[in-house]
C-alpha cells in the first residue's frame, strides 16, 4: 500500500516477471494505467499511457498528483498491458489523505466560537468599538474553550480523515472500535488494513442516542473485521463528520457570485441580520467562519419627507421593504439605527443605535447595511470553492445552553477585568464575601454539563 497526501506527487511502480521468482521482462508496449476510488468506482484518473516512465527491464513508473480537493480515503492504480499478446495487469492500493494539517485546513479549534461578538455586545448593551470589539473577541475565544474542557468535547462540525490503531493498545472488544473524545457525526469511509468496510457492515452506536456517536461497531452478521495490516499503528482509516452535531438553521443567501479566493462576501438582509462575528456558515459544501463585519450600499436610498433630528421620527421608507430584515442594522450618513419593524415599505427603527448620534437626514441619502463579511475560507476542513449569487447560506447552531454558558463566561470575563479579577458580593447574611460570578453562572455550568457534557465511561479489569 502507498500513501500520499492529497496536492502531493507520489510515484507509482508496476514490475513484471517472465515467471514468479523469475527475471523482469519488458511488455509487448507501454501498458496503460488508470485509478479509481475503491468505495464509489469514480475515476480519479482515466486510463493512460501517457507520463508512464520505463526505468528499466520490467519496470513502469507513473508520478500521480491527486488533487488537493480530492475525497481522502482507498483508491486503486490498475495497469494493464500485454506480454507476448496476452493481457497482464498489476494492482497497487493507495491512501489518500487530507492536503494539510489541522492548523492549515482550519480545524483546529482557534477562532471557533459558541457565540457571536454581537451576542455580547447586546447582552451588555455595549456600543460597537475596535477596542472593545477586541476585548470580546478575547474572552469569546477563551470561554469557548473552557467549555470545551468543562463538557470534555468540541461541539462544531469538521470534515477530516482521522486514524485510529488496531488492536487499540488497551485491548477492548474485537468488534468495537471506541473513538473517545473523537465523536463522529456521519461517516462517509470507513476502512481497515487497507479494506474498504461498506456501510450496510458497521453500525454507528449509540443509535437511539446519535449523533454524537461513541463508537463504531462491526455489524456481526457480517464478514467485515477490524485488523489485517502490516501493523496495527494507524489501522483504521475513518473519513467524516466529527463533532456533536451538525444543526443548522437557513439565513438568507450571497448576494454576489463568489470565487475560490475572496474573502469578503456580500450577503442578503436576512443573512445580515442574523449573522455576526464567530457565526460558522455553510455554502454548498464548504464552511466558513466570520471574523468581520463592513457596510455595503444597499441601493436605496431614504424616502418620504427624509428623517429629524427627533428621537420618535422612527419610520424610514425606502422603495421595497422585501429586501431588508428585522434585526438589520442601517447605517444613513453617521447614524447607524436597528430595524425593529417592517410593513411594506416602511422601516421601524431605533435611532442613534450603536453609540452613534442621531441626525436630520434628507431624502434621497443612501442606506447602506452590514451586509459585507469578511470569512475564513474552505473552514473546519471544508475546500474553498465557487458559489452562484443567490446559494442559499446556512448557519451552524451550538446547543443553546452552550451558547448561552459562553456568553455569561464571556460576560464575566469582561466585567472581571474592569474590576481587575476582585468583584465580590456579600452573602444573605452579609456574613461573608463571594465572587459574584458564582451566584449565578456556576449553576449554569452544571446545566451544560449536564445536558452537553461527556460523561466518564466506566472500563474493569
Known amino acids: 500500500m502507498t500513501d500520499v497526501i ?30 479509481t476510488a475503491v468505495a464509489t468506482g469514480s475515476t480519479a484518473l482515466a486510463a493512460t499511457t501517457t507520463g ?54 482550519n480545524t483546529s479549534p482557534d477562532g471557533v466560537w459558541y457565540a457571536t461578538r454581537e451576542d455580547v455586545q447586546r447582552a451588555l448593551d455595549n456600543k460597537l468599538t475596535a477596542r472593545n470589539s477586541r476585548q470580546i473577541d478575547r474572552a469569546l475565544e477563551s470561554a469557548s474553550r473552557d467549555i470545551e474542557d468543562l463538557c470534555h468535547r468540541r461541539f462544531y462540525p469538521v470534515q477530516a480523515t482521522r486514524y485510529k490503531d488496531w488492536p487499540s493498545r488497551s485491548g477492548g472488544t474485537p468488534w468495537v472500535l471506541r473513538l473517545d473524545d473523537q465523536e463522529l457525526i456521519s461517516v462517509s469511509t470507513l476502512a481497515s488494513g487497507g479494506t474498504v468496510i461498506t456501510a450496510d457492515e458497521y453500525n454507528l452506536e449509540p443509535v437511539n442516542a446519535g449523533p454524537p456517536y461513541s463508537r463504531i461497531e462491526i455489524d456481526l452478521g457480517d464478514n467485515a473485521s477490524f485488523g489485517g495490516g502490516s501493523t496495527y499503528q494507524r489501522d483504521v482509516q475513518i473519513t467524516g463528520l466529527w463533532g456533536y452535531r451538525n444543526t443548522e438553521s437557513t439565513v438568507g443567501a ?59 421620527n422612527v419610520a424610514v421608507t425606502v422603495t421595497d421593504g422585501t429586501q431588508f430584515a428585522v434585526d438589520e442594522i442601517l447605517l444613513v450618513e453617521s447614524e447607524r439605527m436597528l430595524i425593529v419593524d417592517i410593513a411594506g415599505n416602511t422601516l ?18 443612501d442606506i447602506y447595511a452590514a451586509r459585507t ?29 452552550v451558547r448561552d454558558l459562553t456568553i455569561a463566561e464571556a460576560i464575566n470575563r469582561l466585567l472581571q477585568e474592569q474590576a481587575g479579577y476582585a468583584r465580590t458580593s456579600k452573602a444573605s447574611t452579609g456574613s461573608k464575601s463571594v465572587s459574584v460570578e458564582t451566584l449565578s453562572i456556576d449553576g449554569l455550568r452544571t446545566r451544560t454539563y449536564n445536558a452537553c457534557g461527556r460523561k466518564a465511561r466506566m472500563r474493569s479489569v
Not at 463585519?293 to 431614504?302: E, F, H, K, P
Not at 469578511?374 to 458559489?387: E, F, N, P, S
Open 6 to 35: 492529497a496536492g502531493q506527487t507520489v510515484a507509482l511502480l508496476a514490475q513484471w516477471f517472465d515467471f514468479e521468482g523469475g527475471t523482469l521482462t519488458d511488455l509487448d508496449a507501454t501498458p496503460t494505467i488508470a485509478i
Open 52 to 105: 508512464v516512465t520505463h526505468p528499466g527491464t520490467g519496470s513502469y513508473g507513473y508520478g500521480w498528483t491527486p488533487a488537493s480537493a480530492l475525497t481522502p480515503g482507498l483508491y486503486l492504480a490498475l495497469w494493464t498491458g500485454l506480454s507476448s499478446g496476452s493481457p497482464v495487469t498489476a494492482t497497487e492500493t493507495i491512501t489518500v489523505t487530507a492536503p494539510a494539517s489541522a492548523e492549515a485546513t
Open 254 to 312: 450571497l448576494a454576489e457570485t463568489l470565487d475560490a479566493s475572496e474573502t469578503s462576501i456580500d450577503v442578503t438582509g436576512a443573512a445580515s441580520a442574523i449573522l455576526g462575528v464567530g457565526s460558522i456558515l455553510r455554502a454548498d459544501s464548504e464552511r466558513m467562519i466570520v471574523t468581520g463585519r463592513a457596510m455595503l450600499d444597499t441601493g436605496q436610498n431614504v424616502g418620504g419627507a427624509g428623517l429629524t433630528i427627533q428621537p420618535n
Open 348 to 365: 421601524t427603527v431605533i435611532r442613534a443605535w450603536d453609540g452613534s448620534t442621531i441626525a436630520a437626514h434628507t431624502a434621497g441619502v
Open 373 to 401: 463579511l469578511t470569512v475564513t475560507r474552505g473552514a473546519l476542513g471544508t475546500t474553498a470553492a465557487t458559489h452562484a449569487n443567490g446559494t442559499a447560506l446556512y448557519r451552524w447552531d451550538p446547543p443553546g445552553l
